[in-house]
Every structure is written in structure tokens, then in C-alpha cells.
């Protein structure tokens, strides 16, 4: 696993496989880390080149002080417990993944935190991190590749993969998670639902916030990979052989506009994550799967303003559903005594 590995040390990158000599893996993970960063460009984003089916949300800085904000956010609405990061009972991780890191807040976060785990993040594209904790590897690769890591893991975490898998890969990429987790090791995935919502009449029922949510879903149903997942993601994680399923739906609100001192604060936070967000996330999907037939950048940059006046408009009470799941994989001896005849 991993075309290439970032260590604490941000001007090494070392190769995944063994077998190279130093002078060798120098310049050629120099190489593969340069080709990795460059990306390519679309429509002024920059998107990731590892895989060959495209992610729809591109890898750049813009992108990243998103996913950063969407940390905050996440932070904000769950400091209420005793572990802001995770709910898995996991209190003291050894070997922690997370899939799809990003720009790799919640591994360092979860590094600084446990010491004495070894949290490694892996994403497609290489985090544009400039400080490392020691017990902290980023790794680039495609998780739908073969996983080599030669540990188990006591906790698999995934956060905002809306839109980067087909139903098929989704049901593999949790099989894959249940395969290297230990036997009572827990997964815990994290979503938004895409859509505003609105409980008091606050919003007009014709707003253009109303049409955000649709308007995406139809996109990633034309693309094969659904953006509807917060409904779909427990089935599939039982169909892996999770037991123990716990999940916790919340409200989050966009926008400043709770009277609740702490939900202000996130709903502040959660707006600035839409406003920094909403032009690399709806790019890539509007210029290829826009309804009625791909729409142009200027289309997309006018729609994005229209979404962007409304969502400040301080009267709007507005609103996304968040889940989060977390699974356990069960005990050696639950396993053989449910697969049991006698049982
Ligand atoms: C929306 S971002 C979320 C980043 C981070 N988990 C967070 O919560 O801030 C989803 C990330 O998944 C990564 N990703 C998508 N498909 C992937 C794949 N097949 N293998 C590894 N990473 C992938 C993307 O590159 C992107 O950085």
C-alpha cells in the first residue's frame, strides 16, 4: 500500500515496497511525489491522477481549506464529549486508519491525541501537510487497490466519502475495512446529507438552497456513485458482518442563526465550510452530469453566487442531517458461534 509514504519528516517521502537502495528511491519517489502533486487541471481546479475513474472534488488548496473547516465543524458539534474525534470504544488505539484522509486533520489530531498509536492516513492525493506527529504516515494510494498493510487495525475511521464509490465498491471497500480490522476492532464512517432543510417557514419553499441537494443527487446517480449514501451506508456495513451497530443522526445547522451559544458557533463555522466548498464540489459534477445536459463553468459560477447569497442571508434558518455509524467486528468466538448450525 501507498505509491508513496510522507513521513514526519515533510522533505522525505519513502517508497512503499522494500528492495531499494537510497540513492535509487530518492529521485524516483521524487519523481512519482512531483507527477502526484501536480494534479491536473480543469476548469482552474486541480484534481488527483492516481486513479483512473475520476473523484469528483478536486485536491487542491481551496479544497483542502474546505475539508479543514468541515474538521472544525466536526470538532465544534461533538464538544460535548469526553472524544471529540470518535465515538468507537476504542480508549486506547494502537493501529488506526483513515481512509481517505484528505488534508489529514483528523489523523494528526487522533496522532496527538494517543501518543502511543500509529495512526496512518491514506488518500489519493498527498496532504499538503508541513508538520507531521512522529506516530503520524500519510500514504498516497487508491483504497480499492489490494491493501498490504502487514498489521490488523483496532480502529478504521472514514469520514465525508460521499461521491467516491460506486454501490459495488462501497460493499468491497467495507469488506476490505472488516478484513483488517482485529477481531473486537470497531469502523466508524461520518456523513452529511447534502441537502438544506428548513423547520420554521424561515426559507421560501422556492429558494435555490432547495435545489442544492437534488440537484447533486441526480448528478452522482448519472456519474454511478451515489451522494445519498448517509441512507444506504448501514446496510452495507452490515452486509460486511458489522454487529454492534450504533448511529447517532444530528442536525447541523448552517448558518449562525441558532439562539444555542455552541450551534452558532458550529453553524458559523459549517456555513464558511459551504461557501469555500461549493465551487469544487459542484465543478467537476455539473460541467459532466448537469441537468439537462453539462453545464458550462459559467453556469456553475453564476448557480454557485445565487446558492452563496442565499446562504448568507441571516433570516434563513437552514440546516443538513449529519450521521455517523460505528460498527464493531466481532469476537473469534461471536463469529463461529453465529456462523454455528447449532445456533
Ligand atoms: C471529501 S474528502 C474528505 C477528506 C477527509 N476525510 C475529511 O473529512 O476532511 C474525501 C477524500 O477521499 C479521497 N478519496 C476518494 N477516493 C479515494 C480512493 N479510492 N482512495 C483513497 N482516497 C480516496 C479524496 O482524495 C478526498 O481527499
Redesign the pocket.
Known sequence: MGDIIITPDPNIYLPSAGGYEPEDWRSETTSIASHLYKGIMENGRRY?T??ESD?F?P?DER?FET??M??LA?LLMNADGANPLFLSPVPSPKHVL?????????AIDVADMFPSAVVRG????PPPVSWIPPNCIFEV????QPWTWSQKFDLIY????????TPD?WDSLYKRCYDNLEHGGWFEQ?EMNICCECDDGSIPADNVLFTWGPRFFAAGDKLGKSLDITKTMRSSIEKAGFTDIHEKETKWPIGAWPRDKSLKEAGLVNVQHWLAGMEGYSMYLLTKYGDPVPWTKEEVLVYVAEMRKALKNPRFHAYQRARRIWAKKPLQGQILQADSPNT
Open positions: 488527483q492516481l486513479r473523484y472534488s485536491s479544497q475539508y479543514e468541515g474538521h466536526c483513515d481512509v481517505g484522509t484528505g488534508q489529514g486533520s483528523w491514506v488518500d489519493l492525493f494510494d487508491d483504497v480499492l472514514l469520514r465525508h466519502g460521499i461521491g467516491a464509490f465498491e461520518f
